[in-house]
């Protein structure tokens, strides 16, 4: 076992099939906000396949495991091991179905400080506090840990810019005796994207709530087609049963990054802009001036979604 620092910050890498995900570049990027030297776990068959020398990071934790892919006891386990060893100041995960499936297990059995969906972070003295959102989105609220014991924070993917390639941190390797895993990942199935991929479109005109009712989904449906765009949706007409979950767009559904977003009538949610607020240009229309939408648009009208579309129509 390696050289074992006291405090820091600890990061569990992410990765899917081989892939690192967005995440752990991101979390690279909140840690320094903690003002610690900042370490990357990477649990792996072969950590080393993975490139976590990103700038801004101290050191590669290393920990070879029997699973290629995640699984939460292996995951949990690792990480228990870890903060008994090493004692970190804070550790740092995703806020994603991975990190949710052993993150808060860990923080209750070592009772640890928790929070969860953290989109911002600091220090005041020797205190992490974290901000996060509640009553959906509507409200922030900062988080103080009192500096005793570790504090474990699921972070918000998109909420931090990722980090540079192009660290020089050393690499330490990690061996951790796990008791077999009572779950096994056996393989993966791709969820049915429809017969689009909202991901890599161009242009999308999305809708949302203000639409009304879902005799209204067909003209958009043909407004999207004459425009040569891609409809894509806020949740709730997902939770409707309106529209497909594979036209989605937000936090729980797919994050895209079209050259142009239209959005006509979604108030801006913040789990909806996690979606969408990269997109290269946002136009919003919306009949409520003060819709969240508007802090992130480019380009937007306070009017009627139907009176757009109606002039859209005639355009296209
Ligand atoms: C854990 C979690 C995950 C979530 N994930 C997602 C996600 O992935 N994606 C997502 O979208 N949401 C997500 N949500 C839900 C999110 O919080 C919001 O509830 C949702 O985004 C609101 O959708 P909306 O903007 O379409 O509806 P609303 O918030 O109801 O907004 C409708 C808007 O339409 C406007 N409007 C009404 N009539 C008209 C009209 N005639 N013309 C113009 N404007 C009009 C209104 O002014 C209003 O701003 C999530 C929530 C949680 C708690």
Known sequence: ???????????????VR?????????????????GEPVAVAVI???????DVNLEGVDEI????????????????????AIIAERHPYAVLLGFTVNS???????????????????????????AVVATRSFYGGKVDAELEFPAERPVLLLVRP?????????GSAPTTHFAVELPASRARHLEFQDAAVGDVDIATADFLLSIGRGIGEREAIPQFEQL???????LSVSRPLVD???????????????????????????????????????????????????????????FGAVADLFDVAEELEKLS
Request: aromatic fraction near 6%; hydrophobic fraction near 45%.
């Open 44 to 50: 792996a068959r072969d950590p080393s396949q993975f």
């Open 158 to 166: 998109t909420a931090f810019a990722p980090a540079e390639s192009g």
């Open 224 to 230: 999207a087609e004459k425009l040569g765009a891609v």
């Open 100 to 126: 949710m499936g052993y993150g808060p297990a860990v923080a209750a059995k070592l009772g640890l400080g928790f929070a969860s969906d953290v989109h911002g972070l600091s220090r005041e003295g020797g």
């Open 61 to 80: 934790v290393n920990v070879p495991v029997e699973q290629e892919e995640f699984e939460n006891e292996v995951y949990q386990g690792v990480l228990e």
């Open 240 to 298: 409707a049963g309106w529209m497909p979950n594979a036209r989605q767009v937000g936090q729980s559904g797919k994050t895209v990054k079209p050259k142009v977003y239209l959005a006509l009538g979604i108030s801006g949610a913040v789990q909806h802009l996690a979606g969408m607020k990269t997109s290269e240009t946002i136009i919003a229309v919306n009949t409520d001036p003060e819709a969240a939408i508007f802090n992130v648009a480019h």
């Open 1 to 15: 076992m390696s050289a074992v620092p006291m405090n820091g910050t600890l990061i569990v890498a992410e990765h």
């Open 18 to 34: 081989g892939e690192l995900r967005d995440v752990t570049r991101e979390l690279v990027t909140a840690a320094h906000d903690l």
